[in-house]
């Protein structure tokens, strides 16, 4: 079908996928009527700061924040999307509004996946949870981490660093899955010396009643703590497209240039991008801009957009190291070292494939900027 005229776009999400298209919609010459939709009642915020300095009861209260938005379109924050209407081109709200529009965004991102429904299990997703959590840190008590990711570890680095003692629970070696064994190693390393109790297992589950939950292992062990948290991943907010036919897998499967169909964007942790493997989500900050950018430009401008070409960016700050990474992870093998050398300290490490081509470029290091580890995988900066 056609998309046809371009008077109104309507953008649903206010994350960062939500605001980079928007911006970019601007940029790319619509001056029609913009709406962004926000089931939060904060503007667009960072994501990424909330399970760092904003953890830390002597940090400031506004390492999340961003620069106001440029786009000047109309805000309905605090209201959520609970159906859309690709016949009539309507976006329907939880308060009764109705939003006519000629293309919508789809931006409305992922929630934390849980283990129970205990209100004991906390999780880290939003603004609001984070600012509870950093108030119940100030009083120092014991912690228990369920989950090895990157946002797991990192809540556990925060809690740590807040005074608390820490115990994480992972499946197999923390971040292995995602970042590879030598950079696993490097950080689980760094999480042990600075007082971490790591507790490897085959798996856990969440289980007891309000006010003594408790966390039982594969292999019969029980762990208790008077905080406990779970970081095990996302579940993509999809709820709400019921019926249109645009969800599949629990994702929504989009094209080289984000378009579901011609007059339907989607960008964030609840698109699946075209790869060798088939439709993914790749559920990264970077990733999430750099779709909506694309996504946005195709709405305006059709097949006459570029299509995404993107290189993965990964970024996190945990037990006193940073981490800088451009390329796929995880990295297997070895590295070879740019700069720097094995046994700690900061160090510019790549991956290679067989035919030399360099395809992973990582620092442990927060001076080293991405341009240049940009340049070292051959990706354009």
Request: glycine share 14%; proline share 7%; charged share 20%.
């Amino acid at each position: 079908m056609s998309a046809g005229t371009l008077e109104r776009v309507v953008v649903v999400g206010n994350g960062i996928a939500g605001l980079t298209a928007a911006d970019t919609l601007r940029e790319a010459g619509f001056d029609g009527e913009l709406t962004v939709v926000g089931d939060e009642p904060h503007p667009a915020y960072s994501r990424p700061a909330l399970s760092k300095a904003l953890l830390l009861d002597g940090a400031g209260v506004s390492s999340h924040t961003l620069p106001p938005a440029g786009h000047g379109a109309t805000e309905l924050l605090g209201v959520r999307a609970t159906g859309l209407d690709l016949d009539l081109r309507i976006v329907t709200l939880d308060d009764g509004t109705a939003l006519p529009y000629d293309r919508v965004v789809l931006a409305t991102g992922s929630r934390a996946r849980r283990l129970s429904e205990l209100p004991d299990e906390i999780t880290l997703r939003g603004l609001d949870d984070a600012l509870t959590l950093r108030r119940r840190l100030a009083g120092r008590p014991s912690v228990l981490v369920v989950g090895g990711g990157p946002l797991g570890m990192e809540i556990a680095s925060g809690c740590l660093a807040a005074g608390c003692p820490v115990t994480l629970v992972s499946q197999g070696m923390p971040l292995a899955a995602q970042l590879g064994p030598h950079l696993a190693g490097v950080f689980t390393a760094a999480a042990r010396d600075r007082g971490l109790t790591l507790v490897e297992t085959g798996g856990a589950r969440v289980e007891g009643r309000p006010g003594d939950a408790r966390v039982v292992l594969e292999e019969g062990a029980v762990l208790t703590a008077e905080l406990l948290l779970t970081a095990v991943g996302d579940v993509p907010n999809t709820e709400w497209l019921a019926g249109t036919g645009l969800v599949a897998n629990g994702a929504v499967p989009v094209d080289a240039r984000g378009l579901a169909r011609p007059d339907v964007a989607a960008a964030g942790d609840l698109a699946a991008l075209p790869t060798a493997q088939g439709p993914r989500r790749i559920p990264l900050w970077s990733s999430a801009v750099e779709q909506a950018k694309a996504a946005a430009r195709a709405l305006v401008h059709g097949t006459g957009a570029p299509p995404l070409t993107f290189q993965p960016y990964f970024w996190t700050e945990q037990f006193g190291l940073t981490l800088k990474a451009v390329g796929h992870l995880p990295a297997a093998g070895e590295p070879a070292y740019a700069d720097g050398a094995p046994g700690g300290g900061p160090a510019l490490l790549t991956w290679s494939q067989e035919d030399g081509t360099t395809t992973t470029a990582a620092a442990l290091d927060h001076r080293i900027p991405i341009p240049r580890l940009r340049r070292m995988t051959g990706a354009a900066t």
